[in-house]
T-cell receptor
């Protein structure tokens, strides 16, 4: 159980275009989903926290108008990178949490590698 | 001071030895603690979580938590080459129940 999928697994796009990444919890309802970004040889950096039906909470330094997050249902959250530029090239990973568990465990998707030319 | 700190490594151990990975955190009221393993190019996978002082064992893995010292560790017994990966410590701070803060990770290499 507790499987999280992401689509696409990789994407290459031209500078200035927008890219949408989907994150789905396959066998549980995710009240909270998280979006992370990871640059090579660095740790995960939390970008934003999204709760179903409400606006995402962005971490300091993350542009909410550039990284649009929608959490329309308990099993789906999307991240749209608008007007992507080469510096946005990174490994984007989502995670999901089921309800309010005691241990606050997060289940990670397989990640999406974005390359902006 | 960074919220979660780990030695970046690389840590090299021979096959069959015990690998010891350490993590310290700054928020004394932190609630839960996690160890994730991340292979190159892949997303993290949860190895263990711990939220009470003491030891917690799961197969070859033992997590140790000392809240007074703000220290959590992961021991890997009988290390295997397949254990070679980056190990991420993550902490659920008191200041924000919703999220976890990741450490920079320790690279482990198990030499056959």
């Amino acid at each position: 159980g507790a499987v999280v999928s992401q689509h696409p697994s990789w994407v290459i796009c031209k500078s200035g275009t927008s890219v949408k990444i989907e994150c789905r919890s396959l066998d549980f309802q995710a009240t909270t989903m998280f979006w992370y970004r990871q640059f090579p040889k660095q740790s995960l950096m939390l970008m934003a926290t999204s709760n179903e039906g409400s606006k995402a909470t962005y971490e300091q330094g993350v542009e909410k108008d550039k990284f649009l997050i929608n959490h329309a249902s308990l099993t789906l959250s999307t991240l749209t990178v608008t007007s992507a530029h080469p510096e946005d090239s990174s490994f984007y990973i989502c995670s999901a949490r089921e309800g309010h568990t005691q241990n606050n465990e997060q289940f990670f998707g397989p990640g999406t590698r974005l390359t902006v030319l | 001071q960074k919220e979660v700190e780990q030695n970046s490594g690389p840590l090299s151990v021979p096959e069959g030895a015990i690998a010891s990975l350490n993590c310290t955190y700054s928020d004394r009221g932190s609630q839960s603690f996690f160890w994730y393993r991340q292979y190159s190019g892949k997303s993290p996978e949860l190895i263990m979580f711990i939220y009470s002082n003491g030891d917690k064992e799961d197969g070859r893995f033992t997590a140790q938590l000392n809240k007074a010292s703000q220290y959590v560790s992961l021991l890997i017994r009988d290390s295997q080459p397949s254990d070679s990966a980056t190990y991420l410590c993550a902490v659920n701070p008191k200041t924000s129940y919703d999220k976890v803060i990741f450490g920079p990770g320790t690279s482990l290499s198990v030499i056959p």
